[in-house]
């Protein structure tokens, strides 16, 4: 397709060619500059290429691709440009292409990134581009000395006393044997009581190295990702023997990275035992339910003694003082008043679906460490509603106190922040604003025998309960965070997207006025709702009742007929067998996808075979053999160089990469087409099991075991389209 000269090119050829040799390699110059962007030389162009432009035009087969001049070549080259409209401009190409990288080094730091941008700069100035090694010596050069200013400027406004604390955390000592920087790697634990603690000491920890959101101020967030995974990726020995400036940066960028991620693992860990402790409270509350179940049964039956002998139309109803009498004997053959006024306050507590009430008992362990954690955080609201925070100081007020009762008005404040008084100097009264709790808690916190005061254990236990809701939903973020950060400081500014909008809506075919998109989009609603109406009455499987609930009837399997049983066992015995090693050498050959894979400084591999450990790094760690387990078994390698690649050369990004190139390759097969046209999608979850000690684990009911759930889109083609790692029962 891409190499089939079309009728306007082959006219405007025989009109410029004197030979069938000439118009052969004319067309196939044409073709691959219209394609690859430069001439090629015409004794690199695969033999595939030639034969099918050769058979388009005509020509008699053994006709050659050749100049009987380079003068001649030359002429048909300018042609082609003209013909084009590219413009063949070495000095200009590269200076192009250098104030493209230039800029994008500060935000890029991968080389092949900053090429193709400068590629799609040259594409836009009609230049003719100039060869791969050229540009490749640019990138490496410029993002050298961009960087190089960058580690300067990071080093700079760290000072001599925050390199000192950088440098320090490569040094080993005491009895571990361990430096600071491998704990400032090291990831959270699971959420518990004590672990609390522990978290909340690492972020004191972290803190304390030093002002790193400062030191790193203006560096884009991509740059700072890139270092960050350059320096975690190695160990104390590597870094120590990195330059001042580099090593510093480096570290500085890891540091700020850690500071962000100890803030994320504080408020998931926040998270997630208050759900855990929410969950506890609502299986206590089916407990509950369960055990009173006889005792509501009890009750019933006593009720209806009770109205048997009141009924006016029963047996006993003549007799109206002794009617009385008897039921009373019977309340007190059933415990007396007071005994059942007491079974229906138990039953009642507990008969809907309110688990407010136990929540606070539950809290009662983690209390205070979670109402440290809180305070340990910088929160922000995303909007003007302040509630939970404004609760959260306050309940942080009683923190000391153990009464059981606190008031529930503070203090009023404009809009500003700033104390109202009254009159009389003294501070304007409002009452606590828990507006955000639902009916259930609201009931929860109040004590109805002391008027204006609140339970403060249930006022506690509600505040933080909503703080965790509010941080998972994003109506509460965590400054210096980065999975709890407030998100709308990612988004563009309305006049940014206003500026950007036109070529937006012109690259993607949408008209950039609303009243346009309006029309486009009505009209493409109804030209799809006439196709359904009109394939209704074809369409067996989709039913629609009197009511007009759309309804799909459950599609039964065929047994397989003869000739499919007929073709899968002919094509059993004509497929070959395969290795997964063998297929992933075989598809690494052909697809190139480890060339994905590299050193996190974007640097060459510098391995003595790169293919050959790339696809031995990814056999070990796809079969989850390990390095150990591998290496005993695969001769060539060891564990240290296969652990080493994994660590140092592989990220999940770059996997995915990897990935994306398998996937693309396989949806230009015809068979995928026999399976679908990836417009339906099915989930799939499969569960994983991991280390017990960190944040992402749980025990799954369903699977058993701890870990956590591989949760996967699977598109009609069998390809995954959305992948991604989540707690069980989610």
Known sequence: MFYTPQPDEVAWARGVAGSGEHLLALLVLAKCFGRLGYFPALAEVPAVVVEHVRRDLGLAEGTAVVYASARTAKRHRDLVRQRLGVVRDPAGARKVAAEAIREAATRKNNPPDLINIALER??????????????????????????????????????????????????VSGPTAKSDFNRLKKTAPRPSWTNFRVQLDHLRWVDGIGDAPAWVAGVAASKLADFAGEAEVADAAVLRDYGGTKKAALLAAMVFTAQARARDDVAEMFCRRAATLTKRARRELDELREQHRALTERLVANYRAVLERIDPDGPDGAQHLAALEMARKTVESAGGFAGQYADIDRVSAHHGDNHAPLVARHFRRDR???????????????????????????????????????????????????????????????????????????????????????????????????????????????????????????????????????????????????????????????????????????????????????????????????????????LTQRMPGRTLLGILARTGHWLQWWRRFGPASGSDPKLGDAFFRYVLTTFTYGSNLGPAQAARHIAGVSAHELGATARRHVTIGKLNSAIADVVDAFCELDLVRAWGDGASVAADGTQIDTFIDNLLAETSIRYGGAGGIAYHHISDTYIALFSRFIPCGV
């Not at 200013?149 to 040094?171: D, M, Q, S, T, V």
């Not at 959260?392 to 106190?401: H, K, M, Q, S």
Request: with cysteine; hydrophobic share 45%.
């Open 122 to 171: 040259l594409v836009e100035g009609c230049f003719e581009l100039p060869g791969f090694s050229t540009l490749d010596a640019m990138a490496s050069t410029i993002r050298g000395e961009v960087n190089a200013g960058i580690f300067a400027g990071i080093a700079g406004r760290a000072g001599p006393a925050g390199i000192g604390r950088l440098e320090a955390l490569l040094e």
């Open 368 to 570: 205070a460490a979670m109402l440290a954690m809180a305070g340990a955080l910088e929160l922000q609201a995303t909007s003007a509603d302040r509630s939970v925070l404004d609760a959260l100081d306050y309940v942080r007020e009683f923190t000391a106190l153990t009464r059981d009762q606190i008031p529930d008005r503070v203090p009023a404040r404009d809009d500003d922040g700033r104390l109202l008084a009254g009159a009389a100097g003294k501070p304007v009264m409002r009452e606590l604003d828990v507006s955000f709790a639902s009916e259930d808690w609201r009931r929860a916190i109040r004590d109805r025998r002391r008027p204006g005061m609140f339970v403060r254990r249930h006022l506690e236990a509600c505040v933080l309960t909503y703080l965790a809701e509010e941080l998972r939903t994003g109506d509460v973020t965590v400054a210096g965070a980065q999975a709890y950060a407030n998100w709308a400081g990612q988004l563009l500014s309305p006049a940014e997207c206003a500026a950007l909008l036109p070529a937006f809506c012109a690259e993607v075919g949408l008209p950039a006025r609303a009243a346009g998109f309006r029309a486009q989009l009505q009209a493409r609603l109804t030209a799809q709702a006439a196709e359904s109406d009109a394939g209704y009455p074809d369409n067996a499987d989709l039913v629609i009742d009197e009511q007009g609930t759309a309804t799909l009837k459950r599609r039964r399997a065929a047994p397989p007929s003869p000739a499919a049983l007929a073709l899968e066992a002919e």
